[in-house]
Structures are given as C-alpha cells and as structure tokens.
C-alpha cells in the first residue's frame, strides 16, 4: 500500500488542523493505521491508531481528547482531526500501515509509511 499524507500547515496556538492520508492500492481495510510525528532533533514518536473497522482507537496521553483519529475504508483514506493545537505539537506527521492482527503504537510494527506533512503551530 502506499500512503500519502496531506493538510499540515501553519496555524496559531489553540487553532485546528485535519490530516488526510490517501492509501492506493487494495486492501487498505485490512490494516491497522496510525499516525507518528517528528519534531526537529527528536524520535519519531506514536500519536494515534485506529482499528480496521474504526471501532477501536488509541491515543498518546500527549493528545488524548484533543485530536481524533477516524477512517473512511470506501475512500481509502486515513485522518486526524486536531483541535486545541499547542506549539509543542509542531512536527512533521506521517501516517503508517501495519499489518498487525490489533492495535499497535511501536514504530517498528508499521510496515508502511507516507511522505510526512509538517505542522507548525505558532504561539
């Protein structure tokens, strides 16, 4: 599957911002998705996952009842909703596909990644 990641972008402290995430390729219902971000000088590091359904979902405490993960398996597509944006949130974000049978949040476990699109969040 190949994935392509959209809708960074600059927005000030406290604004909203929605990723998509395009899948090509068939199958994509048949993998768990999730989101990782990279600020400059750190480790890639888990965001939020979602399940192939898209009844089960986890979230890094980091973000938790601010962002939402959700998919759209008709569309192929992946997405995040951010809402409350600090500046710590500055990153550039990558959606990934993993073919793990639950959920996971360890880089290692996805196999597929996008191109990454960068967040900046000014304060």
């Known amino acids: 599957v190949q994935l392509q990641a959209s809708g960074g972008g600059l927005v000030q402290a406290g604004g909203s911002l929605r990723l998509s995430c395009a899948a090509s390729g068939r199958s994509f219902s048949t993998y768990v998705m999730g989101w990782f971000r990279q600020a400059p000088g750190k480790e890639r590091e888990f965001v939020a996952a979602i399940s192939w359904s898209g009844d089960n979902t986890v979230y890094a405490d980091s973000v938790k009842g601010r962002f939402t993960v959700s998919r759209d398996n008709a569309k192929n597509t992946l997405y995040l909703q951010m809402n409350s944006l600090k500046p710590e949130d500055t990153a550039v974000y990558y959606c990934?596909?993993?073919?793990?049978?639950?959920?996971?949040?360890?880089?290692?476990?996805?196999?597929?990644w996008g191109q990454g699109t960068l967040v900046t969040v000014s304060s």
């Open positions: 990934a596909a993993s073919t793990a049978q639950r959920i996971v949040v360890m880089v290692y476990m996805y196999t597929y």
